[in-house]
């Protein structure tokens, strides 16, 4: 008898110092957030500025990286984001969100909604919805069962509990209480993000080295439909901007190969290519998101010729996969794949492992958010796609004055564009960065002083050490004719290209 009450005593010291050890090791509170023990295998996580309470497993660990739009619970199974969305002085309001915010899992045949119901949670009223999506990892847990709790404080405030699991979910198990307080506090500011130092062929590096580290001005480069495939119209461009573009755009999709011929008559000339890849495939003529597909390892074999296509390239390439993904009209964006920012994450890095397998040095990779998330919640935030310090050598800008074709649609000088972003990102990142695409409508103003004041503001985004103007029209085929809604063209009014071949010289 004495033996076992001493092994129970014992029993119950290991147990307890275990627990206190984890405790210790999850103790938080930094002024404005708190992790504190609430009962055995639980704690309470308090966010004092956007007021409110949640209870979680205790071996859930936390990351705040980005506290001003979620924080994050993590184990190897589940996942908990806690979101603030704040509609204030948008078009937006709670309604907007709760009728919405779903919609973009009803487009995707791989995802499910399973349930939606009304829950109490310490007399505050969720709205849940649970779904699914078949599993993608045999190797790994996958974590493919979903569910939201939105809560909402006011008209113009909501707190969404998201969570993701490798096994079917029991909400009220996972967060027995939720609680909305009273807000009090300033929040603590998020991580600065900064890019780790790579082993870039000696090409790679020296371009990464002269137009993003050491360059003092800011380069152009340019998006001509026709080139690389007719080299003839970018030359003709450049004679008459007397300027030449050292960097140009080109896109592509897992529907297509690696364009060898293009690629190589855009080296022979000097020209580095801002590679855009599509995570989408054309499957039964329609264009589809391959995001499940990637990492289940169906385009494996695309990837390895890819990867060796680079290879043999050996030569610099700005490789910019799934840009403005926080927009919904790419397939790749959470908000038409489960509001699952994470699965962007994962293929990103999928494919970023695959090519280091391959010994790709010749890449310099490129994020790019769009300027403003369409729709516009915490969920589908940009830095929600962050895919980490190691996999992001240059960030990319991208906005454009869309004239006023379209209803809703207004004219905006160049830093009217900008500067509401740009000086956000220089607090978040210290990346070089780039504007990957933009350009000026003709509908709405004065396309050449558009210009004009673009490359005088342009010299004040001191971080911007690259631009690369898009040469091309977008069409409205509403009418059932192809009519030019947006003409983003440089080379066609006269005006235009003497304002660009005047301010261009500058930056010779």
């Known amino acids: 008898m004495k033996k076992i009450l001493i092994l129970l005593i014992l029993l119950m010291l290991t147990t307890s110092f275990a627990y206190g050890a984890e405790l210790e090791q999850l103790a938080l509170n930094d002024g404005s957030t708190e992790l504190i023990q609430h009962s055995l295998g639980y704690n309470k996580y308090i966010n004092h500025p956007y007021g409110y309470e949640i209870v979680l497993p205790s071996n859930l660990s936390i990351n705040q990286d ?47 909604i399973t349930n939606e119901y009304n829950h109490y949670f310490n007399g505050h009223l969720g709205r849940i919805t649970l779904y699914e999506r078949r599993k993608v990892k045999t190797n790994e847990p996958d974590r493919n069962y979903y569910a939201t709790i939105a809560f909402v404080r006011n008209t113009n405030e909501l707190i969404t509990v998201f969570m993701k699991s490798s096994k079917p979910l029991y ?34 590096l020296k371009f990464y080295q002269e137009y ?5 001005k800011v380069d ?14 970018l030359q003709q461009i450049e004679q008459m901007m007397d300027y030449s573009f050292p960097v140009t755009l080109l896109y592509n999709n897992f529907s297509l190969p690696f364009k060898t011929e293009q690629m190589n008559t855009a080296k022979e000339m000097g020209k580095v290519v801002e590679y ?14 391959i995001t499940l597909s990637i990492l289940e390892g169906k385009y494996d074999e695309y990837l390895d010729n890819l990867a060796k296509a680079f290879n043999e390239y050996d030569y610099p390439v700005l490789f910019r996969p799934n840009n403005e993904m926080n927009g919904e009209w790419v397939w790749y964006s959470s908000h038409l794949v489960g509001k699952d920012t994470d699965l962007f994450i994962d293929c990103w890095r999928y ?82 960065m780039m504007i990957t695409e933009f350009s000026c409508a003709s509908a709405g103003g004065n396309k050449a002083k558009w210009h004009e004041d673009m490359l005088n503001a342009i010299e004040n985004y001191h971080r911007i050490k ?43």
């Open 66 to 112: 980005i506290v001003s739009v979620k924080s994050r619970f993590e184990s190897e199974d589940l996942v908990v984001e806690i979101l603030y969305d704040n509609f204030y002085n948008t078009m937006d309001y709670h309604l907007t969100y709760l009728n919405y915010s779903n919609k973009g899992i009803l487009r995707n045949p791989d995802f499910k």
């Open 171 to 204: 909400i009220q198990q996972i967060m027995p209480e939720f609680k909305l307080i009273e807000k009090s506090g300033l929040l603590k500011k998020d991580v600065i993000f900064s890019p780790e130092e790579k082993n870039f062929d000696e090409k790679t």
């Open 212 to 216: 993003f580290i050491d360059n003092e």
């Open 220 to 233: 152009f480069g340019i998006f001509e439909p026709t080139f690389p495939m007719y080299p003839y119209r």
């Open 276 to 289: 855009t890849l599509y995570t989408t495939d054309i499957i039964m003529g329609e264009e589809t998101d």
């Open 351 to 432: 494919i970023y492992d695959k090519f280091q397998e391959h010994g790709v040095d010749n890449l310099i990779w490129v994020w790019n958010p769009n300027e403003k998330s369409f729709p516009n919640f915490s969920y589908n935030n940009y830095l929600c796609y962050y895919p980490g310090n190691k996999y992001v050598d240059v960030v990319g800008l991208t906005a454009y004055n869309t004239g006023n074709y379209y209803r809703g649609e207004i004219w905006r000088s160049f830093s009217e564009a900008y500067d509401h972003f740009y000086y956000d990102y220089i607090e978040r990142f210290t990346h070089p």
């Open 466 to 508: 690259l631009a690369v103007l898009w040469n091309g029209q977008d069409y409205d085929w509403s009418s059932g004719e192809r009519v030019v809604a947006r003409n983003y063209r440089i080379d066609l009014e006269e005006a235009v290209i003497n304002t660009l071949r005047q301010g261009l010289q500058k930056f010779k």
